[in-house]
């Protein structure tokens, strides 16, 4: 909620101040209206609050008994303290788990209790173990580690398991949390998100040369390779903090060069067009040059509308565009003198729909006029910024991909979306609207492209065909929910909607149709969301693949949320058809 714009919105009748005053009512009575205009200046939480949280955690030692066969792996150098951290995780542990270090001589790794060294497959067998536990140089490890690496391992068809960890600040003290998405099979490309300890089966240690490799590279190199191969639910996040880091050893750009062989022949096989560009953000950079249809709804607002192609006109960059206006019945000439200012400089199209305001029906009615490979639906109140049009088709064309959405901003500089959340507050929420681009859960998020279950319909592009092969947007969402189903939609059919941060596009949210207030407005808003309940319901309960369970998920996203049993591991991204 952002009180001014919707403040504004409220002045322009008395019966939409009326029903902005009535809405005000009605949360106070509810007793929401301090939690709402709380998510006014939204922030992450400190190190203080996680320090509080986890320490209100359950904790149940792990009962030693059956269950997976770990081997533990590190640099001989650091043997030592990889046997006290297997010794100080309990009698689990330390009944579950051997302990292998790489031979001095680099003739493979040699067990510390004895025994020659060899290849680390065959040490596996020897030691009748399932699983390689690999842990990067001095991390430590919680003693709930082992329980929480079994449960993972022992989910149907895993191969690959990692989890979550933190880092310790200048006194020791656990801070920094590293909450992980679901396995994000985009993402891992660009960081190495996994972290500093991964549980790799047997079946696949043979066939992967990162153990041999120095430093925290190894498991982002090994998760890249060995889950090349893998069906989405063979890897399991197991979402608790079970290990601490310590800064790493290498830098950023030498991690990113020992995984770029792996890199280069995952993207390789999954068709796609991956260019390195080098320390730069993005440090990865998606090839594409697809001809390009932009569809912009309008009625009326003039103003608004001209400042719009204006930016689009301007960063072009050469990139074969035509520009789609659906009018909506608009009766200011402004409006045309705006579209002939813009046909001096780039091709526009418009087509009239004078109906009802139906956000669905404009834009199906204008991607049904589009010619080119790519559409991007973009509402007339934004204005992109360089290099937006370049990134959003580029991945838009990438084998698997759906629909692509930018980093929205307000004008005055908070962030309004980056991705939508799924089952937070009611049906979704824009993860992180209203926070401040420097806060750390902002820089977190944004650190990389990422899968996302939903993008905003504000600017989202797509391949033509793929948006007629789901049937469009749905017209019986004319206004809410009606990119949310799009989306899952995309989901169901098997493709994956992405998020990047680098394309950006500011947003006047609410500038053109204003907020829904008045109790026919509302009315229709309820039934909208009664309409998304029935068809998607069973995916706002388990957590959005993207988000993580330890945080709330009512209120503000991002802050901790209250502590409880742990939760059962996720394998792979959900699909539509339910949790995975």
């Known amino acids: ?246 800064p790493a050893r290498n830098t950023v750009q030498e991690e990113r060069a020992a995984v770029l062989p792996a890199l280069r022949d995952a993207a390789r096989a999954r068709g796609l067009a991956l260019e390195v560009v080098g320390g730069v953000a993005p440090w990865l950079r998606y090839a594409g040059s697809p001809s390009v249809s932009i569809v912009v709804p309008t009625r009326d607002r003039a103003r608004l509308l001209r400042r719009c192609l204006e930016a689009v006109a301007q960063t072009r960059e050469g990139r074969e565009v035509e520009v789609v206006v659906v009018d909506n019945g608009s009766s200011d000439r402004g409006v045309h003198e705006a579209i002939e200012r813009a046909r001096r400089t780039m091709p526009v199209e418009v087509v009239g729909c004078a109906e009802a305001f139906n956000f669905p029906r404009l834009c199906n009615v204008g991607v049904a006029a589009a010619r080119g490979d790519v559409v991007v639906l973009l509402n007339n109140d934004t204005v992109v910024q360089p290099g937006w049009l370049r990134e959003l088709a580029a991945l838009a064309v990438q084998p698997g991909v759906g629909a692509v959405g930018p980093l929205l901003a307000y004008p005055g500089g908070d962030l309004q979306s980056a991705g939508v959340l799924l089952g937070v507050n009611r049906t979704a929420t824009s993860a992180l609207a209203g926070f401040s681009p420097d806060d750390p859960a902002a820089r977190a998020w944004c650190g990389a492209r990422r899968r996302v279950s939903v993008v905003l319909g504000a600017c989202l592009a797509i391949r033509r065909t793929t948006y007629g092969a789901v049937g469009g947007l749905d017209e019986r969402f004319a206004v809410s929910h009606n990119e949310v189903d799009f989306c899952l939609r995309l989901e169901a059919a098997g493709y994956a909607n992405l998020f990047t941060p680098y394309a950006r596009v500011l947003h006047d949210e609410g500038a053109t149709r204003g907020f829904e207030v008045t109790p026919a407005e509302r009315a229709r808003l309820a039934a909208e969301e009664r309409a998304f309940r029935e068809r998607w319901g069973a995916l706002l309960q388990p957590c959005d693949p993207a988000y993580h369970p330890a945080l709330a998920r009512a209120g503000v996203p991002f802050a901790l949320g209250a502590p409880g049993e742990p939760v059962a591991p996720r394998a792979g991204w959900r699909c539509a058809h339910g949790d995975a």
């Not at 391992?153 to 998405?181: M, N, Q």
Request: net charge positive.
């Open 1 to 246: 909620m952002r009180l001014i714009p919707r403040l504004a919105d409220a002045l322009r009748s008395p019966a939409r101040l009326a029903g902005f005053v009535r809405r005000l009512g009605e949360l106070a009575l509810r007793g929401e209206l301090g939690a709402t205009l709380h998510r006014l200046r939204p922030r992450a939480f400190s190190e203080q609050e996680y320090r509080v949280w986890r320490a209100s955690l359950p904790w149940t030692p792990p009962a030693a008994g059956a269950g997976p066969r770990f081997v533990l792996v590190l640099d001989a150098a650091d043997a030592g303290a990889l046997r006290r951290m297997r010794d100080g995780c309990g009698a689990a542990m330390r009944a579950a788990c051997a302990v292998v270090a790489r031979d001095a001589e680099g003739a493979g790794f040699r067990p510390l209790d004895g025994g020659d060294a060899a290849p680390l497959a065959s040490v596996l067998a020897r030691l009748d173990a399932d699983w390689m536990l690999w842990v990067t140089s001095r991390s430590t490890l919680d003693p709930l580690a082992w329980a929480a690496f079994a449960e993972g391992c022992e989910r149907r068809g895993a191969r690959i398991v990692y989890a979550d960890h933190d880092a310790a600040d200048g006194a020791g003290r656990p801070a920094r949390p590293s909450f992980k998405p679901a396995w994000d099979r985009w993402q891992i490309l660009e960081r190495d998100y996994a972290g500093p300890l991964l549980a790799v089966h047997r079946d696949l240690v043979a066939s992967i040369d990162a153990p041999r490799l120095p430093g925290n590279a190894g498991p982002w190199r090994t998760l890249i390779e060995a889950s090349a191969t893998l069906p989405d639910e063979a890897v399991v996040h197991a979402p608790r903090v079970v290990a601490h880091a310590p």
